[in-house]
């Protein structure tokens, strides 16, 4: 997939281009639907399908206290959007300077001199311009006004919820992993590079890969039954997402307050894997963190979960 940094960095002619236009954060089945109309008219007007995406996200310029951790930071958005088959994307760096445009000046130098759109689809809700001021009326008179055609997408809807960024964070953050699924056509991935830990989980005969913790949003605490793919393979495991994790026995209370951890016990591996990369995807909530008194106790609780997760959820994915 090609990727432009930069509006003034296109250096070259689209072929009557097809666009939309979006933070796409999640690239949900919403997106995924608006990305199939890009993909379907491209294709009919033998051009090609643009998806321009801004970064850093607008409200971590605009309002960075109501800024929140993303379902998908630039990267691995990035993979999500090449994998919908989208063969182009144009990222414009989002500045205070940019966020004074006005949605007259957005369309005409930007969608019309610069990308020379044929086509602009987006989804219902879609605002842009200073003060989001621009909506699906401007675009569709700016369209009649420069000869570009605007296909609005309405929303979709999956288990009478309307598909959503904002529905699927609250989501994660409340552990409802298989609903988010649901919403985002599969499960809610992590990638994180593997790094040193405690090596308690290797006294205990359940050795962990603990991730580096980025900007994304991590479910809710708790225990949870995963898929890992690592090295294009895919392994089942266990994943504990908290601040006092379940498998660094032996310490009570909170760990180091606002430190997150999350470890991985990848089912029958033995790779060694420090300082690789690795995909997390979220399947199930198994339960929440529990405080062991005892080794014993806590061997005994993962062997439990690990049959748990085993009979009701890896076994329904073979």
Not at 117 to 141: C, M, P, S, T, W
Request: with cysteine; aromatic share 10%.
């Amino acid at each position: 997939m090609e990727i432009i940094f930069g509006i003034d960095q296109l250096a070259r002619s689209l072929t009557n281009p097809v666009v939309t236009l979006g933070n796409f954060d999640g690239v949900h089945l919403g997106h995924q639907k608006i990305f199939e109309r890009v993909k379907q008219e491209a294709s009919k007007m033998r051009g090609e399908a643009i998806v321009i995406t801004f970064e850093p996200h607008p409200l971590k310029v605009l309002s960075s206290e109501r800024y929140s951790a993303l379902l998908t930071p630039f990267r691995k958005k990035m993979m999500l959007i090449e994998e919908s088959g989208i063969k182009t994307v144009l990222c414009i760096e989002f500045s205070l300077a940019f966020a004074r445009i006005t949605p007259f000046d957005f369309i005409k130098n930007v969608l019309v001199e610069k990308v020379q759109a044929r086509k602009v689809v987006v989804g219902y809700n879609y605002h842009f311009g200073r003060q989001k001021k621009g909506d699906v009326r401007i675009l569709e008179n700016a369209g009649r006004l420069f000869k570009f055609e605007v296909e609005v997408v309405g929303p979709l809807e999956i288990d009478h919820t309307i598909v959503s960024s904002s529905k699927i964070r609250e989501l994660i953050k409340r552990g409802e992993v298989e609903q988010a699924a649901k919403l985002l056509g599969r499960d809610y991935p992590i990638i994180g590079k593997v790094v040193s830990g405690s090596k308690r989980g290797h006294t205990l005969g359940f050795p962990t890969a603990n991730l580096e913790i980025s900007e994304e949003l991590y479910p809710k605490t708790g225990v949870y039954a995963v898929e890992v793919v690592w090295d294009q393979k895919i392994f089942n495991g266990l994943a504990n997402v908290g601040f006092n994790p379940t498998f660094m026995m032996g310490q009570k209370g909170r760990g180091p307050k606002g430190i997150l951890s999350v470890e991985v016990h990848i089912l029958n591996f033995d790779s060694e894997i420090y300082g690789e990369e690795i995909q997390v995807n979220f399947k199930r909530r198994i339960r929440d963190e529990i405080r062991f008194d005892s080794s014993l106790q806590l061997i005994e609780q993962i062997e439990k979960d690990i049959r748990w997760a085993k009979e009701n959820v890896f076994r329904k994915t073979k």
